[in-house]
Structure formats: C-alpha cells, structure tokens
C-alpha cells in the first residue's frame, strides 16, 4: 500500500492556530464539567477559539469569566476536529494573569514545591496548624484559600532523604551487571507528603529487575503553569530538561508516578509553555507514567509474572490530566493482571480540583460539584476504597467522600508482596 | 490483547461497541474526541419519507446491489434495529418506532424510523409551539400557527445565552419545570399537545416529560435544536456509562494516525498521543471513521480523496467541478457525500478488482461508499440505518471468526 499522507497541516497543530479548526459545533460546550455547574463560565468554545480572535497580544484581555477554567482539558479531548481548546485558555490565562499582576496566594499556590520541602522539618506543628479551623479561616478571609481544601500532610522527611540515606542500596544496584536503569521522576509530592509512594514505586522497579536511579530533579512547574506564572514554569522545565533529557538521550526511560506531573514533562513543556527545542522533544518522548511503563514490559514479556490474588471490586477515577496522555487506561489494563482484582472506570470527566483550582474560595464549590457525580458513585459502590493516579485528585476525593484512596502502584506493590516502611 | 478495537465515536462506532459488548467481547473504542451523535437530533433514520422504511430497502437491496444495505442484508439492518431498541430500553431511552411525522423547529415534518419517545408523543392537531424568551436558538413562530414565548426563571439575568444543555440540565429540577407549566397551562386555549425544543432534562428526560406532560396536563413533544443536541447527548452520556460499567475501554481524545498491518493482518492501531506514539493491538478493527465531515476521508484542493489510516482505496471522482451540483438543495444530493471506501458484504474492505484487502478489518457507517442513482436515498437520511446495519453485519462476521479460532485452537 502507498504511504499515508499526512494528516494534518503542520502550521494548525500550533496551538493558538489550531483555533481554525474549530466549527462550533459546540461538543466541547456540552462536555465542560464546569460549565455544568456555574453560570460564571460562559464554556470552552467561547473563550476559546471565539474570543481567540479578539486576542491581541498588546491588547487587555476582552473577558475576566476565562479565570474560571480549571484547565482541566475535557474539551481538547472531545474536540473531533483537534482544536487544542484548553491549552488556548491556558496561554490566554496567562495573558490575564500577568495584566493583573502579583497575586500572593496563586504565587503560593505555584511554588508548593518550596513550602514541601521547607515545612519538612517543622511537620508536627504544620500538620496541626493546617487542620486548625480558626487558622484556615484567617487564611480563606485573608488570602482566599479556601478552608474546605484538603492541604496534605507533611510526612516529616522526604523521599530524597530516604534515597540518599540508603546510598548502599544505589552502589549494590550498580554492581548488579548488565541490569537496564530506569530515572525515577517522584514529583514534589511524594518528595514530601507521600514518600512511601516513592518507596513502593521504587522496590516494584527494581522488583523488575530495574537499576533505580534517581537524579537531580525539579518541580514539573505544572502548578506556577496553572496560576498563570509562565516565566517561572518555563524556569523549572528547562532544568528539569537540563537534568532528564540526558537520560532520554541515552534511552533511559524517566518514570514517574504523579499523572499530572508526568503529562507536563510529555505534552505542556511544548504545547502550552511553546518550549520547542530538541531537549524538550527527547524529554517529552522519554518519560512514562509509571503503569504505562509496567503494562509496556508485560507487552514485551518482561513483566514480572508473581503477582498473588487480591479479592476487590473499586472504582477507578482516570483524572482528567491522566485521561490528556492518550496513552488509555493503563492502570486498569496493569490492575486487570491481578488475579482476583477488578478495577471499574467511574463516567467522571474530572473531580473538580484541578490541581490548585479547588484550593481557591472562590472556586471551591464548583471544585465540589463538578466532583459530585463521581462522589456519588464510589459512595454508592459500597466499595471502602478507590483507586486515581494522581495526588490533588485523591485528596480531593478522599475529603469529599471519606473513602481511602490509593494509586495503582500500590495495589501493585501488594500483588507482589512488597511492603515498606511508612 | 482485546478482541476489538473500534475507531470512531459516532453512530456507527458506539453502535458497534455496544454489539460487541453484548457478544463478550472486549472492546477498546478509540475516538478523536465525540462524533456526530451530539451534532444530530439523535433519531433514527433508515429511509427518511418512507411510511415503510423497511420495505423501501428491500426494493432497494433488489435494484442496488453496492449499497451498504445490500451488502449488509435486511436481516442485518432488521436485528440491528431490534438490538438498538432493545439496548435503548435498557438505558431509559426507550427509542420506538413512529407512523407519522415528527416537528422539527422550522415547521415542517420529518419521517424516521426510530425516534426517542418525547419526539413522537404529538397528539392531535392542534400544538402549541412554546419559545423561551430571550433564547436565540429556537424562535417558536416558525414552527406553526399557535405559538407563545415564556421567561424562564434564572436565565434573564444571565451575562451569556444559554445552550440547548444548559436548559436541559435546568429541566431535570422538578421546581424548575412547575415553573415552566405554571406559565405554559394559561396559554393552551384548546392546544392538544405543547412543543418544546429537546431541551426537557438531560439525567432523567423520560422522567422530566411525563411530570411536565402531567402539570401541563396535554402531551408535551421534542424538536430538534441546533447544535449541541441534547437527544444525541443523553444518548452518548448513557452509552458512555454502559460501556465503562461494563470494562469497555472508552478512550477519547488523541486520534488514531494509523493501521497497523502485520502479514496482511491489521493487528491494531497507532494513537498520536502526548510525547510518543501509542499502539493498541486487537484481534479484529472497526473503522467507524466516518466520511469527509466526519474525518474518516480526507480531501485536498486539487481534487484528491483519501483514507488516511490504511490508505484504503476510496471511490470518487478526480474531477473536483462534478463534486457539487448547481443547486444547494438538490435533491439527490451532492455526488460528493457519495465518495467512500467500498466493502465487500461482510464488511471488509475491498480494491476496485472486487479483491479483499484485509480480512480482519472492517468497515461501518458512512466511511462505506454509497451509490449515487435514482431513488436511492442521500446518505443524511439512511446515516443511522447505515451505521446500524453495518455495525451488526461487521460484528457478527467478527464474532463468528473469533469463536473459529478459539475453538480451533482448543482442537490442537
């Protein structure tokens, strides 16, 4: 057969051209979990590609209702004729950001990366600090975070301590001959609220026979990107390019356990922060999500076939940033190898977080309602736990629903027996 | 490795998905982003005007050996729409059979074969047209004689219009709709039905009609509104959650970029995901692509058509000045909604010798070529009978071979 032609126009894949596509067909508008419960929102479509032709780069803003997106990027993916809607408003959001110039509690809410690792040591008294009523409401009325958020809490050290701490577990891994490497990307999280997910992802890598490294590293920028701070967001891509690409060069894969995280590194650095240089192209190809990487292996017969039975039936949420991989659903098709096990995917687009979007007060109750279908399915699954892969997504969840909520891995790391410190 | 992967989030695609489900199979449905069912009134058509759709196609299959419902058979169309209506119950959508024309919001009258029940429930002569005011996508003087427009609470005070959805999600709340048939019972003065533009409850429409249909106390119909469709949404969003339910992997998004062809076989499909490409292997693939609106063809302006998944041969014609006839509204139709991929009669694509390109893939919808002759229909009034039938025809040669191999397999 001949060769496939090409199937799009290289000049309308970039983002704000690929706006031309757009019909109106209004797919995306009926989509927008937003949409569906504020009248604030006037829908993807509109402040999208339509007002797209009112945006002059020396010109303010036509509309303030854009600030309502949670980019959660719902309408990118029904659009059937490839118009990149939410990473146009992102870009547009940016603009709108920087016309209106310092805002402390977003400039917060962007470097959550600085304040995990600086609360570290000061664990105990943040931890009851931050679940202190009167404190978080001196916070909402002062700042505008909101005090029905659920803040993390500080594990009281970080990942990286635990790494560099068992430096003989590294040199031991290096002696092991010939064994491929993998770069583990934990992500500001787990650095910091949830190093024993790092742990787990860790010993199930090596469990395949993995050496484990785990470099230098930066926060995605993911949430600066999100509060409309492109300049710092671009900072920390290009040292997180600097430090990865590298490895990606070598054919290293770089494996990351945060959905979100890892959808910055792989599509954001390029199509919302316009970073198109080779480093980013070879970031953006090397790194994986960490069930994506495992269902690769079982694919090529390398997965570790001694997986014991665990007797459930959970629902699944795929987050809406795991859902913008267009990988699928790897964590059910990995969780579906456990005999035993069943995992269901819940008809939820997003929970309504939406990274720090449901931290902010005046976002807080449709962060609350875009979540409520999906609440009241897990809630009417009789099932006590869920699975999500990415962290703000199962706080949010578990706050709403009081039900546990675990990544895939850790379901994982059960079947194979592994077990770790907290 | 999954039994199916179907590509396409249309009519034909979703229909496919839920026969496949219902065969056992696992299925993967891969779609950029959804397809026609929200942009269309969400009936269905087999032969739009006919009295007898059915009878109209077995003429049809007797003179017109190349249309998809020859190829695909009368049986293939008859228990194709069976198993919608049946599969339509079980999702509270109860689409039904109708002997006479439906409204549509421009005053005139349309025949398809199966519609959900709120577009057929005009009873009587004598409808009222009901109108929101302010509302820009529907204007209710020009669906017929009697006609009146009500403020709706909430919706005045609005910076913004509101969409078709919007209304719909307003019309699931009881005390909404108490309001709605506060306003519209004055204004009846004899009426024998109320008409509505599809906007009467998204979650639970067969509940929020018969309350509304109950306070108003006459009948209250549907008609189709401009796009987004909230029939064709209620539709997607129940599908959706019967497939995810039932472990179907639903992936919308990122498109499928090609085919992948191993000894002759289509093993699967390539998604130009975020970073890297991302293959998906199947036994057997569905192309429900659909036609040049839908994507599943591709044209450029020098006259050239073309499949871009497989490269599949496409009947049409070079000469881009025969695509289109004088006249917009011609009816036959433009020769250019004609073009498409032809297929053999089970489905699988064929070369213009009539050979069989690859025997486990397989074609629905309006992908397919139809002809262009006399009393044929246009393809926009056979488009979900198409689908239907070619969905079930696919599915049962696909199913067939399946259950082949497996059984082969067990013998050695």
Known sequence: MASVELRELPYLQDTPFSADHCVKCNICTQACPVMAVTDLFPGPKTVGPQWQRFREPDLPSPDQSLDYCSSCGICTLVCPHGVRVMEINTQAKAELAEQKGFHLRNWLLGHNAWWGVLGTPFAPILNWLFSFAPFRLVLEKSMGMSRKAPFPKWAGYTFRGWWRRNKQ?????????????????????????????GKLAVKVLEHQGFNVIVPDQACCGLPMQSNGDFNEARRFARKNINLLADFARQGIPIVGTAGSCIMALKSDYEHILGLHDDGAKLLAAGVYDISEFLLKLHHEGR?????????????????????????????????????????????????GIAGTYGYKAEKRQ???????????????????????????CRWHISGMTGKKMVHPIEIIAQAYGITVDA | MDDLIVVGAGWSGLVATAIALEKGLKVRLISQGIGTVIVTPGWISVWDGHDDPISAVRDLIARLPDHP????????????????????????LGYQPVDHGVYTALGSTQRPALVPPSYAAASGNSPLFIGFAGWRDYYPTLSGE???????????????????TDLARSFDDPAFRRQVAAQVKPLLNGATSVGLPAVIGLENPSAAIRDLSDQVGVPVFEMPTLPPSVPGTRLYNKMRRYFLDNRVRLQVGHPVVRGLIEDGKCVGVEVAAAGKPQAFRAKSVILATGGLYGGGLFSDDRGRIWEPLL???????????????????????????????????????????????????????????????DHAPLPTACTEGVAIATAWKAVAILSTQHSTLSTSLAGT
């Not at chain 1, 809406?320 to 995917?345: N, T």
């Not at chain 1, 449709?366 to 699954?381: P, T, Y």
């Not at chain 2, 403020?151 to 005070?157: F, H, R, W």
């Not at chain 2, 064929?350 to 070529?369: E, F, H, K, S, V």
Request: glycine share 6%; with cysteine; aromatic share 10%.
């Open chain 2, 311 to 373: 490269d599949l041969p496409v009947q049409y014609d070079s000469d881009r000045t025969r695509w289109f006839n004088a006249d917009l509204l011609d009816p036959r139709g433009h020769p250019v909604h004609y073009f498409g991929v032809r297929v053999n009669n089970q489905m699988q694509p064929i070369n213009n010798q009539g050979d069989t390109l690859i025997d486990n893939l397989y074609l629905c919808g309006r992908l397919i070529a139809h002809p262009h002759a």
């Open chain 1, 169 to 197: 577990r590294q040199s031991q891994a290096a002696l092991t001959a010939g064994a491929p490497s993998v770069v583990y990307y934990h992500g500001c999280s787990t650095n910091s609220y949830d190093p024993r997910l």
């Open chain 1, 303 to 351: 997965l570790k076939k001694d997986l014991s039975a665990i007797d459930a039936t959970v629902p699944y949420h795929a987050p809406c940033q795991l859902k913008a991989h267009g990988m699928g659903r790897p964590a059910l098709d990995l969780l579906d190898l456990i005999p035993g096990f069943q995992a269901w995917e819940v008809d939820a687009d997003c929970c």
């Open chain 2, 69 to 92: 419902y020859a190829l695909a058979g009368i049986d293939a169309l008859e228990q194709g729409l069976h198993f919608f209506r049946e599969f339509s119950a079980k999702l509270d």
């Open chain 2, 146 to 164: 009697r006609s009146a427009t009500i403020t709706l609470s909430g919706y005045a005070e609005r910076a913004w219009d509101a969409t078709p």
């Open chain 1, 366 to 392: 449709i962060a609350e309602d875009v979540g409520a279908h999906l609440f009241k399915r897990i809630n009417d699954s009789g099932a006590s736990w869920a699975v999500c892969d990415t962290e703000t």
